[in-house]
């Protein structure tokens, strides 16, 4: 897309052009960069889209990721209120789950013993008899001898837990519902901040940096943000409530089985620990394997042709088997080891069920404690493991989405480009008149590029830049189109200095057909008016026929509406070429820019695709950036740059004729010919 949007001269289009031309310009001047960007380990796999893992300034990140919510500080509020009631009611239900049971086992033991005695009495005839723990066991339940079960009383407690269950989920569905539209909006704002950025950067940002990484920020890393916040933030507010309230209810109903259950944590943590450690390393070397495997798997079928070709089927069946075992070994080996966590936790966690179990059924036995919170107690053990287990998964979830917000925070600091400083406006037509005023420009500080440049565009007249890679030809342009500033001098456009106009309206005034033929998806008519928004449609036509296009449309069985594929596929590389150029021919630009809009095309669609050009060319003064010196024979002047600086300036005849390094050039291209044969006037002895 970014370098679509440098083919348009529109005031549409201009605030996403910063990164239009990133890629020729890294192209042709390498040695620019003020340092080599190198992915570090937090950027993950930036080509892959996967997020980061881990987050180099953890606190200060969590913090001014949980700053992003402050908006919502009510909503977030109420958020955890809901799920502060809701814990409190499923963590005392059990209690009056044990109760019930105490209801149960009270009635089941009443009804055997003989009416027309209190329980007291019964007690007291216990313990004449000797059988103390009996007595004790009894004295502790509510029983009525002779009587049985109080399905009333039962019915109650019974309606009561349900009930709270209840309430306690529609709580946590409620606060589930309030909080996704928290987030939602949290993350709609956090979107609309990184595309408002994109378009706020200067183009020397992505040319320091993976585009890849740029990529994963904005779209993975916010959507992994998304991910923490959703579900990590409220899981671990109720997992960590869920267990501060369990821990206070064991220690309620017996102390002396709370500190049993929490003798199995540390056991958990440690083999957890220990096993976590080795299943890490096979894992990372799982998905370096599974990474390997899936590149030469990418290559066998992107370079299929070749293997055919050179027999190599059996030489890249032998590398996918050994690439293939080398990820069986390590995916086996980090699931098994990974796999014994469970069972390992549970074991553990087993072990402290039967302590619990035994000890519980003395106490109830001895009378120390009810049946019913016996059972209470069991029950607590049971949930008390699984948001444990939450915690360490949403913490995990947490952390990786810190890490995220750590890199998506580090893209919205990145400085951006200077004020627009619009003091002046250009008419809507002008003249075209382009000036360099002693122009000095650097990507680095330690050396320039262009010193000292000058020279005058004059109005409807063709500029052709000639040179070497790195001599600074697409920097030239790019300094026109206000992608970079310059450290000194000034470019004026009809005697106003660009830098007093706002960047959309100076390039609003700049059409641009770029090397690479960029069309977006969508329909051929759709690509033509993306130029101008508000074209009509003969405007669109009238494009399309001056530059060609209608001839090969025309053939097509949709034609205007033939949808452009993803790749593009479904037209030729002259073709897209073509409709590359309607579309800067609708923006009716007063200033055009080319950059070798020939050079991926064959010599018969060179030739139309030039006739298409010299109709956009007309009446407007334009800037050609050639490789093939055959394209810019006509060219009003040529300025030939080595080293940021020109060199030579004047047509093609004159500097033919000076023998120079425009002469150097046009034999080096030509050296298949007999130098002897080649005319130093503007003949056609020589076409390419």
Known sequence: MDTALAQEGTAQTSTAQPAATAQPAAAEDDDFYEEEYTPSEADGDMFGGMPAKKAQHFWPSAKRLMGLLKPESLG????????VVAVVLNVIAPKILGQAMDVIFGGVVGKQLPAGVSKDQFVEGLRQQGQDNFADMVSRMELVPGTGIDFAKLTTLISVVLLMYFVANIFLWLQG??????????????????EKKLNRLPLNYFDTRQRGDVLSRVTNDVDNIQQALQQAFAQLINSLLTVVGIVIMMFIVSWQLALIALIALPLSGVAAGLIGVRSQKLFAAQWKNTGTLNGQIEESFSGHDLVRVFGRDADMLERFDERNEALYKASFGAQFVSGIIFPVMQFVSYLSYVGIAVVGGLRVASGSMSLGDATAFIQYSREFTQPLGQMAGMANMLQSGVASAERVFEFLDADEQDAETATEHLPARTDGHVEFRNVTFSYTEDRDLIEDLSFTAEPGNTVAIVGPTGAGKTTLVNLVMRFYELNSGAITLDGVDITHLSRSELRSKVG????????FGGSIYDNI???????????????????FVDRFVRALP???????DEEGNNVSAGEKQLITIARAFVANPSLLILDEATSSVDTRTELLVQKAMAALRTDRTSFVIAHRLSTIRDADTILVMENGKIVEQGNHKALLAAGGAYHRLYMSQFSGADAGEVPVDDSTAVRS
């Open 512 to 519: 641009m057909v770029l090397q690479d033929a960029w069309l």
């Open 177 to 194: 519902y309030i909080l996704n539209r928290i987030v939602m909006k949290v993350i709609r704002k956090l979107r609309d901040d990184t």
């Open 529 to 547: 008016r993306y130029g101008n928004l508000d074209a009509t449609e003969e405007q669109v036509m009238a494009a399309a026929k001056a530059t």
């Open 558 to 564: 949709e034609g205007y509406n033939t949808v452009i």
């Open 76 to 83: 977030i509020s109420v958020v955890v209120a809901m799920v």
